[in-house]
Structures are given as structure tokens and as C-alpha cells.
């Protein structure tokens, strides 16, 4: 009866929460754009914002849920690479945030798992599933951030060269790009835009730009600045002649996808077949195939099976993977 009650519970709270989201929420988000474009019209900002801007030119770092796991997650390794990938993720949270998140992913999935199957080696599997599910969303907002970094990149590079061929310094042509250029790669600039604006030397804030994207065509273009301040040189030339190579880069690297096709194809056709010949199989002769799963043998065959095929695809992945 506890199990049915919590279940029930669930179920109800899902569905209502579902129907709140859908009802109500793009309203929510409709006021709140209206919001913000009328105050970027108008120029009115909040009270919060002109007494921290009139108080201090510091940066303050944001807060988590909870302080005292802020300060404990930031003296670890873990705090440090969590912090790396939320500033590459481009998500509003903390470190402290997400290891709560994960604490309270395995949490739910340890439960329920225990709630709709009775295998044991289910409960830590779903737990383990439940507490890399931040990091994963957080991996994968990451990457797609960066490949728009890597695709605006090149415009961004092509306005430095312009602005600087126009008469202006390097900074204020880093401040135009800021303005000019969509997320993410403006509001990357505008990070160290401001951080050499408030005192920071350029060579450590365009070393902080490289480290916190972390692409080869960042360094590049970090390496290329400092040396052209050092030495001399014509920059615009310089930029002008790396947006040339990353576009040709993307140019290949297109080709290379065309080319590769048929092996990703091909890892996804042998990922995806084995799953659905067993789902086609529990409708066709479902006593046949629940032998697979109540027996011993059937379950070690079933887990070596799932063990081979990740193995497979990653496999597969590696060998079109091709660096360009």
C-alpha cells in the first residue's frame, strides 16, 4: 500500500506539474522577455544593480543553496573543474548547486528503481545514472556552446581586423565585438573586455579567454596578439589570415562529415537494432523472452551484451574521428 500511495503521489505531482508548465509557463517567459526589452529601452535598471555598480567594482562570485559547501566544494580539484565546465556551459548555477543536484538525482533514481523493479544490480545502476545526470546536461550544454563559439568565431575575428583597419585600439574593438556579436561568443568577449577594463593586464585576460574556452583557434589568436604587441606587425593582416584558416578548417571538416557518414550511420543502425529486435521479440512471443531476463544466465548475457555494444559504438566513434 506505501509503494501505491507514493506512486500515486508521484504521478499525480508529475501530471499536475505537467500541465502547470504548459499552461503557465509561456506567459511567464513572454512577461519576463517584455520585461527586460522594455528596461534595455528605456535604460531603468533596478535598484540592486545601481547600488552594486555604485558600491564596488569587485567581482563577486555567486552563491549556492548552501555557503559552507560553496567554500568546502571550492578548496577541492572537483570544485575547480566543476566551475571550469559551468563557465563553458554557460549555465546560470554554482558548483555547490550541481552537487546537490547529483546527490539528489541518485537519490530518485535509487528509488525509483526500488519502487518498479525488483532487480538489485537496477537500484545502483539507476543511482549512479540519477548522479551524473548534472554533469552530463552541464558536458552537453558545454559542447554545444563551444561549437557556436567555433562557428561565430570567425566573424568575430573578421570585426577585430575591421575595427582595428578603422583606426581604433584593440581593446575598444574587443568592447565592439562585445556589443555586436551574439551569445556566446559576445558575451565571452565582454567577460574580458571588462576584465582589462578594471585593471587586469591584457595578456592575463586574453590568457584567461584561451583557458576558459579551451579551442585551439582561441589560442591561436591569443598567441598571435601578444606576439604582435611584443614584436609588431600589421594585426589586421594577422586576423584577417586566421578567420581565412578557420574557415577552411570548417570547410574540411564539413567534407570529412559527408565522408564519414556511412560509419556514424552505421554505429547508430547497430546500437539501436539489438534494443528494438527485443522489444519486437516481448510483443511476438513475450514467454520466449522473459526466460532472458528471469534466468541467471539470461541476465549476465544481457548485461555483456549492453557492455559490448557501448564498447561498439565507441569504437566506431573513434574510427571515423577525425581531427582536423
Not at 566573424?155 to 575598444?172: K, N, P, V
Not at 539489438?274 to 522489444?279: E, I, M, R, V
Not at 551484451?305 to 577525425?322: D, H, L, N, P
Request: proline letters at 4%.
Amino acid at each position: 500500500m506505501l509503494i501505491a500511495l507514493v506512486t500515486f503521489i508521484f504521478v499525480v505531482g508529475l501530471v499536475m506539474g505537467t500541465y502547470a508548465a504548459i499552461v503557465h509557463l509561456p506567459g511567464f517567459l513572454a512577461n519576463r522577455e517584455m520585461d527586460r526589452r522594455l528596461k534595455d529601452v528605456s535604460g531603468v535598471r533596478s535598484s540592486a544593480e545601481d547600488s552594486l555598480e555604485e558600491g564596488t567594482v569587485v567581482r563577486v562570485e555567486k552563491s549556492g543553496p548552501l555557503p559552507i559547501l560553496d567554500r568546502v566544494v571550492a578548496t577541492s580539484n572537483l570544485g575547480g573543474r566543476l566551475k571550469h565546465l559551468i563557465d563553458q556551459s554557460g549555465v546560470q548555477t554554482t558548483p555547490s548547486a550541481i552537487v546537490m543536484a547529483s546527490i539528489l538525482g541518485a537519490v530518485i533514481g535509487f528509488l525509483l528503481a526500488a519502487l518498479f523493479t525488483t532487480q538489485v544490480i537496477a537500484q545502483p545502476i539507476a543511482a549512479l545514472l540519477g548522479m551524473f545526470a548534472p554533469i552530463a546536461y552541464l558536458r552537453h550544454k558545454a559542447t554545444k556552446r563551444l561549437k557556436r563559439f567555433e562557428e561565430q568565431f570567425p566573424e568575430a575575428l573578421d570585426l577585430l581586423s575591421r575595427a582595428i583597419r578603422a583606426g581604433h585600439a584593440f581593446q575598444t574593438a574587443m568592447g565592439m565585438v562585445a556589443d555586436e556579436l551574439p551569445e556566446p561568443v559576445g558575451p565571452e568577449f565582454k567577460k574580458t573586455f571588462d576584465q582589462q577594463n578594471f585593471g587586469l593586464p591584457l595578456k592575463d585576460a586574453l590568457n584567461e579567454l584561451a583557458d576558459r574556452i579551451g579551442l585551439l583557434d582561441v589560442r591561436f589568436f591569443v598567441t598571435a596578439v601578444l606576439i604582435q604587441r611584443d614584436t609588431g606587425g600589421n594585426l589586421s593582416e594577422i586576423l584577417d589570415n586566421l578567420a581565412h584558416v578557420v574557415r577552411e578548417r570548417f570547410k574540411i571538416l564539413r567534407q570529412v562529415r559527408v565522408h564519414t557518414a556511412h560509419g556514424r550511420f552505421t554505429g547508430y543502425v547497430l546500437l539501436g537494432l539489438p534494443a528494438l529486435l527485443a522489444c519486437a521479440l516481448m510483443f511476438i512471443n513475450p514467454e520466449h523472452m522473459g526466460l532472458l531476463f528471469k534466468e541467471r544466465m539470461g541476465q549476465i548475457m544481457v548485461l555483456g551484451a549492453i557492455i559490448m555494444q557501448t564498447i561498439g559504438y565507441f569504437w566506431i566513434r573513434q574510427v571515423i574521428k577525425i581531427e582536423v
